[in-house]
């Protein structure tokens, strides 16, 4: 299983930028995907998630209203769209797979099975 991250940069306070994720090897509309970042001395945090059919997502509140999760299952690939960016926006971004059925969308690190190699995104203020 690989998942290839990319799209970030640096972009200044206020602009935008899309990450995409790329999967392959395993049955990517059978798994929800999710974003967490980490911050240069902070521990790795969610930031968005989505459902393996693209149905349901979920953000915490740090970011809703700023960012968008999406995905192309024929693409075998999900999206970040980051919009209004902050400072403290900046960070490594991860995707992330797990293996769920439905509508379910999950939140918590500890529950996906595989991990990207992460892309960086700086913000300057």
């Known amino acids: 299983v690989q998942l290839q991250a990319s799209g970030g940069g640096l972009v200044q306070a206020g602009g935008s930028l899309r990450l995409s994720c790329a999967a392959s090897g395993l049955a990517f509309s059978r798994f929800g995907m999710g974003w967490f970042r980490q911050a240069p001395g902070r521990q790795r945090v969610f930031v968005a998630a989505?459902?393996?059919?693209?149905?349901?997502?979920n953000y915490p509140d740090s970011v809703k209203g700023r960012f968008l999760i999406s995905r192309d299952n024929a693409k075998r690939t999900v999206y970040l769209q980051m919009n209004s960016l902050k400072s403290e926006d900046t960070a490594v971004y991860y995707c992330a797979a797990v293996r769920s059925a439905g509508e379910v969308v999950l939140t918590a690190r500890v529950s996906y099975d595989y991990w990207g190699q992460g892309t960086k995104v700086t913000v300057s203020s």
């Open positions: 989505i459902s393996s059919s693209g149905g349901t997502t």
